[in-house]
């Protein structure tokens, strides 16, 4: 069993699968960070000085200066404004991961056409092999190819 399990998780597919789940994860953190660091202040500024982590929600009517200091008194919240820094983030994820498809894409050769096998036979409309000299189906004769 311990054999079976060291060859699934050598195979190339596995490996490559982890690897780009790591990646994926150090890029998250990498736009986590462009969002709440670089992103959010200068937009904050733009609206107003607005902090938008520290939107949210009191549900147990008792007035929080902070979303901190909600959560430290143990204060059931909605932190809205946690979930537009998410959002945020996921189009950002996202926008870059487009980016990064369509570059890909750019980079790899379009594929030839695949050669014909076949043609139609101009009386029945049938399809028919390439080299045929008469059509097997309403066996007309066809001009050579």
Known sequence: MWKEFKAFAMKGSVL??????IIGVA??????????????????LALGHVDFSNFFINLTGTHYTTLADAKKAGAAVLAYGHFINTIINFIIIAFAMFLVVKWFASMKKPEPPPVATTKDCPYCFSSIPIKAS????????????
């Open 16 to 21: 490559d699968m982890a690897i780009g789940i």
């Open 134 to 145: 008469r059509c097997p189906h309403c066996t007309s004769q066809l001009a050579p190819a």
């Open 27 to 44: 890029f998250g953190q990498i736009i986590q960070s462009l969002v709440s660091d670089i992103i959010m202040p200068p937009l904050g």
